[in-house]
């Protein structure tokens, strides 16, 4: 994950994480509490890479924890998850 301070914008990508012999659908969530989703919550791509930026209810960045899910779907419906965390700068 990788924060462009200057746009406001997180991109993520997972490349090479998950691994299936079928295809893989990604939903994706962020949010400023473990588990929460009040930056992206669930957005489904077919990608290995998503960007998306901040809403205007976060003011303050200085420091904000951001906690990230993706989770790899196959198309019977199990899945995989992967979480990581990212300190924005002061």
């Known amino acids: 994950m990788t924060w462009r301070g200057a746009n406001q914008q997180f991109d993520v990508t997972w490349d ?3 691994s299936s012999s079928h295809p893989l659908r990604f939903e994706v969530s962020a949010g400023t509490s473990l588990g ?3 930056i992206i919550q669930w957005q489904e791509t077919l990608s290995t890479s998503i960007t998306f930026g901040l809403p205007a209810t976060i003011t303050s960045t200085s420091l904000l ?6 989770r ?3 198309a019977g ?5 992967v979480v990581g965390t990212i300190v924005l700068p002061a």
């Open 72 to 74: 790899a779907i196959v």
């Open 16 to 18: 090479g994480i998950f």
């Open 36 to 38: 929460g989703s009040d």
């Open 77 to 81: 419906g199990n899945y995989e998850d």
């Open 65 to 70: 924890k951001v906690y990230m899910v993706v």
